[in-house]
């Protein structure tokens, strides 16, 4: 597959060892990652790469003015065509929370759980090919 042709998948917490470990899974899904500290930070790199992102991976408690719920109601408002996956360990989403077609798991994840998650949850147009050969 040529590199212009791999989705990326924007991957969003403020703890720098889940960050890298969220992306290093994401990468071997077949996804190029961005890498956000924070919903802010987050929403600047969906705006500039609006047309290559099609997964959001976010934690909910990060500084700044923007949270994980909050990044996901914006990006289904803005960005309609990015799926949305949400993990936390310490808040677990209460009705309204969330955009209904996003979608929720517990950390401490395993590249395993992320990897079913994504190979169920995600349309199969949007699954880069590494990931349609993990189901």
């Known amino acids: ?29 077949g996804f190029r990652t961005l890498e956000a500290i924070n919903g802010d930070e987050a929403k600047r790199l969906l705006a500039e790469y609006t047309e290559n992102v099609i997964l959001l991976f976010s934690d909910v408690d990060m500084p700044g003015e923007t949270n994980g719920f909050a990044l996901a109601r914006h ?11 949400i993990a936390s360990g310490r808040v677990t989403p209460g009705p309204g929370d969330m955009p209904p077609k996003a979608t929720f798991i517990n950390k401490p994840f395993s590249e395993h759980s992320v990897v ?9 147009g949007k699954k880069p090919e590494p990931l349609k050969k993990a189901v």
Do not use: Q, R, T
């Not at 924007?10 to 994401?26: G, T, W």
């Not at 079913?116 to 199969?124: F, V």
């Open 1 to 29: 597959m040529e590199a212009s042709n791999i989705p990326f998948a924007l991957v969003v917490d403020d703890e720098p060892m889940i960050l890298m470990h969220a992306s290093a899974i994401l990468e071997d899904a």
């Open 116 to 124: 079913s998650h994504l190979a169920e949850k995600l349309p199969d």
């Open 75 to 85: 990006v289904e408002e803005s960005y309609p065509h990015v799926e949305i996956v």
